[in-house]
């Protein structure tokens, strides 16, 4: 991706509008700081603020990156029958399906791509409890068992292991997978983390007022100024546990 080509597009597009850098974050829950990098090619955009980006100014996401990273003819004609059937199907995917495929492929991208010559495993604590088990209950250090997963980037960042209840989530994490969780790292608005709300556990996307269900079936969650709300850690990916 030539993101110079990419940041000048951005800052094009953002110009004919009329806009601010300042108008942008606002909109976006980051600081100008974040535009003024991403428009002169400083730093990598993430694919989800880069969609919300073309919303705003009006331009084509897929043409876009067609345009700044254009795949060759000879690299079309060798995907066979079901590569192209799947590209075919996220094209027809909306926000969310799109959110949810491309954090499973980076989680299982990663996971593919890390060199090792043989299977490593690491130590994590995971709750015996379930999040949606009362309020906290499943961070007790006494409720906690010693679980071996794949040695993994993500798995390294993480200090706590919780199983997902519920399909809220779904297609991202479904009921039952087990999730790598940091709780001392930030979370940010659009990071998946786990939260406490009134006492009852959630794995949630962070928005800018509510807690947002991946799966368009669940209602979001609007905590209010009388809510107990809690934020317990962000959600790394999914952990890989081993028998």
């Known amino acids: 991706m030539d993101y110079i080509a990419l940041g000048k597009t951005l ?3 953002r110009i004919a ?13 980051c600081t100008s700081a974040n535009i003024s990098s991403w428009e002169r090619g400083k730093s990598k955009i993430d694919i989800d603020s880069f969609a919300e980006l073309c919303k705003i100014y009006h331009i084509d996401f897929s043409k876009t990156l067609e345009r700044l990273n ?10 066979d029958f079901y590569e192209q059937e799947h590209i075919n199907k996220y094209r027809s995917l909306d926000e969310y399906g799109k959110k949810a495929v491309d954090g499973l492929l980076n989680t299982e ?8 010559t ?3 495993i690491i130590h994590l604590p995971k709750s015996i409890f379930k999040p949606s088990a009362g309020s906290g209950n499943w961070l007790d250090e006494q409720q906690l068992e010693s679980v071996s997963v794949l040695d993994t980037p993500q798995a390294r960042k993480a200090n706590l292991i919780l199983e997902v209840d519920g399909d809220s989530m779904s297609p991202m994490y479904e009921s039952g997978d087990n999730v790598l ?3 001392k790292a930030n979370v940010a608005v659009g990071d998946i ?6 006492g009852s556990g959630y794995i949630k996307k962070l928005g800018t007022d509510r807690l947002i269900s991946v799966n368009p079936e669940y209602d979001d969650i609007f905590p209010t100024e009388y ?4 934020c317990v850690g962000k959600v790394l990916g999914k952990a890989e546990i081993l028998e």
């Open 11 to 13: 800052q094009e597009a």
């Open 17 to 29: 509008l009329g806009l601010k850098q300042s108008d942008i974050a606002n909109q976006l829950g």
């Open 70 to 79: 254009p795949i060759q003819n000879s690299s079309i004609e060798q995907l």
């Open 109 to 116: 991208y990663e996971r593919c791509t890390t060199p090792t």
């Open 118 to 120: 043989e299977q490593s």
């Open 181 to 183: 969780v940091n709780t």
């Open 193 to 198: 983390g786990i939260f406490i709300v009134d």
């Open 227 to 230: 809510s107990d709300f809690r």
